[in-house]
């Protein structure tokens, strides 16, 4: 009998759960097999979160390799070349974690029928959250759509435990058949070539390390140190939860087994809440699969939103004459990550402020963001734009300004990120346009040609926005 595991968002050899199934149900005279299917759309469409993927995947490969469990990688339309693939090594069984929602879950429904009308079983199991969408009812079955209730349940229901790999059985059952798929590895080595940004530790190992260094210290802050997005305050473990180099289960686990809960618990307590927010999201989007392109709150669909793609690239390029602003979308351009806190200030700016359309930023964070999650992210956005499930109420905009003096008091994120700024007294770093002008050339940042001024009037704005709120409540 022939086993394959296809690896899709879940680049990892340990507490993996299709991995550990299929280990665990080969006998001594079966093989299994790795793969990988690599669609040739990629190459049209390889984006920053792209990059970061497949210098994951580049050290989920050669990590697999080195084990002694060689990872195929197979190329083409996707039945095709399973259909190639599953003939050439004589396939008999499939397994993988499933998707629940958006493209993956529409492709492995596909999959599954397909795979099933070749007469290849399939096995699949829900791996990616904590939670899966149906695992979470109310009282009378139905799902939630308040965050509060939802954690309360989920906190209530016990937690999956680590599916162990069994290496040893891996290494013996693992075959090396990668000759047969010349093309895969060829289009493997052409993406390869592509990835061009350094990031800083990709992959399970630098996973591990990095949660390693949040359980030991920054986890007890948590509640107080991680709206402030000059302080190394959270976990980053955002990426790696959507690259699959770690699996959520550890991360629970480990909290569990290596937190002081002697020592303080408000940290912990509110970071566990976060990860319960992940599974929340992806209930929502589960439940409401059209959320990716229509407000979930119907009354504001067809909400006027503006239309100026001049003002749309200054907000992308960081270019707002808003200092937090700007350097939140800098940051992201750069590093293809962004704080929380800022996410919420950038989008609650292009929803209100600029009164543009929510789905213009989520397309956007898609392109851009490494932990590009499009429950999460679909959720955030309608979150700050009012009109998703429990979102920020319309008539509490934030202030872009008031937001940098409060989170960024003594404005270092600013300056690291918008340098012409860095000569900026305190006192007019959060909005230099107050600058008079002997302070701007004492500064070397003239406003107007050095720096931006604001694109908009924030009062005007904000008055605006409501009204336009209000008009379809
Ligand atoms: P930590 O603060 O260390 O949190 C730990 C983990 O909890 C995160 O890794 C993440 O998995 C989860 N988490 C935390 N906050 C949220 C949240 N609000 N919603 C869902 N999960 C959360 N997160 C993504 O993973 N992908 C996205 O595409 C994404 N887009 C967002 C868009 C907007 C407009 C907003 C407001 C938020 C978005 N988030 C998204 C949520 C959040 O900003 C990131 O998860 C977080 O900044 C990642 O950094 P971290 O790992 O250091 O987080």
Known sequence: TTRAVWFRRDLRLNDHTALAKAVEHTKDEDSLVLFFHMHPELNNSFTMRHDYYFQTLQD?????????????????????????????????MVYFNRDETGFGKKRDDHMVEYLDSIDVEVYHYMDHHLHGAEEIKKQNGGHYKVFSPYLKKWKQQQKPGIQRVNHDKLKKAAVDKRSSFKEGEKAYQSLMEKTEADFPGTGEEAAGERFSLFLDGAIYDYDEERDFPAVDGTSLMSRY?????????????????????????????TYISELAWRDFYNMIYYYYPESDDKELVEK?????????????????????????????????????????????????FLTKDLLMDWREGERYF????????????????????????????????????????????????????????????????????????????????????????????????????????????
């Open 241 to 269: 939860l959507r690259t699959g180099a770690v699996s959520i289960r550890t991360l629970y686990h480990r909290i569990q087994d290596e937190v002081n809960f002697k020592k303080d618990t408000s940290g912990v307590e």
């Open 366 to 473: 898609a392109e851009r963001l490494v932990d590009y999650d499009p429950a999460s992210n679909i959720g955030g956005w309608q979150w700050a734009a009012s009109t998703g499930t429990d979102p920020v109420p319309y008539f509490r905009v934030f202030n872009p300004v008031r937001q940098s003096e409060r989170f960024d008091p003594h404005g270092r994120f600013i300056k690291e990120w918008v340098p012409e700024l860095g000569n900026v007294e305190k006192k007019y770093i959060h909005d230099p346009s107050k600058m008079p002008e002997n302070e701007q050339e004492k500064a070397g940042c003239m406003i107007g040609e050095d720096y931006p001024e604001p694109v908009v009037d924030h009062k005007k704005m904000r008055k605006r926005a409501i009204e336009v709120f209000k008009d379809k409540t």
């Open 60 to 92: 989920f490969v050669s990590r697999a390799g080195d084990m002694g469990a060689p990872v195929h990688v197979i190329e083409g339309e996707i039945e095709e070349s399973f259909q190639a693939f599953v003939k050439e090594l004589d396939v008999d």
């Open 300 to 348: 504001y669909r067809g909400i006027p939103w503006n239309n100026d793609e001049d003002l749309l690239e200054k907000w992308k390029q960081g270019q707002t004459g808003f200092p937090l602003i700007d350097a939140a979308m800098r940051q992201l351009n750069e590093t293809g990550w962004m704080h929380n806190r800022l996410r919420m200030a950038v989008a609650s």
